[in-house]
């Protein structure tokens, strides 16, 4: 594959900071919504991502199994060192900048604690790939593409439309066509790329990275599940440090 077009330089500097920019379009009816400008930067805001981002540390299952992941890999998460809330371009929720292992949450996207929960879960699965594996972000769009398909995969952010869906269509396929078309629009937010090849990268790489399930064990559609693989993974840690 050598020259391929995959090998490109990424996208612009600002973005090229948050290594993986995520969440590329707003969810649900906030759509068309003005920006609200040089308001989002005012202290309340930061102040609000702070409080739900610290309920997600301390509640939220998804968040709490990745936690424990981190810390079990060697990766211990620091609330204060390794998040920070801020004012982003566009519409993007969240990033993670891999050089500093750091994860962004745009204060002025992010819209309530279910979106928060969603955002700090695809941010720490990016941090956890991160942790486990050499992930070449830059150099080597299918590593970027897997990272993207997992967390599409595993946050729930195709859980809310499948829950829709689930009554009217086959859950499994929609499910699968909402992770392949994040992980592309991740892809594209972050990579001056085609979409073809960003979907080429996607494709070669999905069957692997859509059925690794680590650190969940399976794939959490909901917060009865992610209990569930909470609970599993800390008796899976306690059979480990046992031996
Ligand atoms: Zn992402």
Redesign the pocket.
């Known amino acids: 594959m050598a020259g391929a077009p995959d090998e490109r330089e990424p996208g612009p500097a600002t973005r090229e900071q948050l290594h ?3 969440q590329v379009f707003s969810e649900g009816p906030a759509q068309g919504k003005p920006q609200e400008g040089l308001l989002s930067s005012f202290p309340i805001h930061n102040q609000k991502c702070q409080l739900m981002l610290l309920k997600s540390l301390k509640t939220n299952p998804y968040v709490k199994l990745l936690l424990d992941a981190m810390k079990h890999s060697g990766c211990a998460v620091n609330k204060d060192r390794h998040f920070s809330c801020e004012d982003c371009d566009g519409n993007v929720s969240g990033g ?1 900048a891999a050089s500093t292992s750091q994860i962004v949450l745009c204060q002025n996207n992010i819209r309530n604690q279910a979106h928060m929960n969603r955002v700090v879960t ?2 720490l699965i ?1 941090a956890f790939d991160h942790c486990r594996a050499h992930v070449h972000w830059f150099t080597n769009v299918r590593h970027l593409a897997c ?2 398909i997992r ?1 599409a995969n595993l946050s729930g952010d195709c859980s809310l439309v499948s829950e829709i869906f689930r009554l009217h269509f086959g859950l499994k396929r929609h499910h699968q066509t909402c992770v392949r078309d994040r992980a592309i629009l ?1 892809i594209l937010a972050v990579r001056s790329i085609s979409k073809e090849v960003a979907q080429k990268a996607v494709d070669e790489v999905f069957e692997s990275c859509f059925n690794d399930h680590e650190p969940f064990g399976r794939i959490p559609h909901n917060n009865m599940y992610a209990r569930y693989a909470h609970r599993d993974f800390q008796n899976r840690d306690r059979y480990y440090s046992n031996i």
Request: net charge negative; hydrophobic share 25%.
């Open positions: 993986v920019s995520c993670f695809h941010e990016h990272s993207e967390a991740s």
